[in-house]
């Protein structure tokens, strides 16, 4: 199955039937299932069940499949989910920032919120040291225009983020 993934879109929601639901059903709880199995799972021919799924992926429903990953397994000790607030909050300077965060290979999530702060990032770093270092070199840089950094670490995950949860039944 296809492995490339797709930003998060502001797109309404898809009108999604019981098949549709169930295939994603399927795949979340098994991104390497076979389209043979699939669709035997979901009550379909394989042809149409690949199908279905193609258009899914078309539609940016299913926008990718991937492997979850234990980050310490990797030399994540630290994971932070960090409140980031700008000081200049134009549009040029935002993109600026957006594009150097999503570019930076420690920012593992990023999310523009409301609130005291105008971002929050999920962010990982081998020792509290490194991320340090990352973050006085985020402030130092005029041109990201960041005003504050305020930082929580995890001590435990108690849940870890698997998939989003697929309604029962179409609407």
Request: hydrophobic share 40%.
């Amino acid at each position: 199955m296809k492995t490339t993934t797709k930003p998060l879109s502001g797109t309404r929601k898809a009108s999604l039937d019981r098949i549709d639901l169930s295939i994603l059903k399927a795949i979340s709880a098994n991104g390497r299932v076979t389209y043979q199995a699939l669709s035997e799972q979901v009550g379909l021919s394989a042809r149409p069940c690949l199908e279905r799924v193609r258009r899914l992926e078309e539609k940016g429903i299913i926008r990718g499949y991937a492997a979850l990953v234990d980050p310490v397994a990797l030399g994540h000790d630290i994971i932070a989910m960090t409140g980031i607030a700008v000081r200049d909050p134009s549009t040029a300077m935002r993109r600026r920032l957006e594009e150097a965060l999503c570019r930076h290979p420690s920012v593992v999530e990023l999310q523009l919120v409301n609130g005291e702060y105008d971002y929050i990032a999920r962010i990982l770093a081998p020792t509290l040291a490194a991320y340090e270092e990352m973050t006085e070199e985020l402030l130092a840089d005029p041109q990201l225009g960041i005003a504050r950094i305020h930082t929580t670490f995890v001590l435990k995950t108690l849940k870890t983020f698997d998939s989003y949860p697929i309604p029962a039944n179409a609407e």
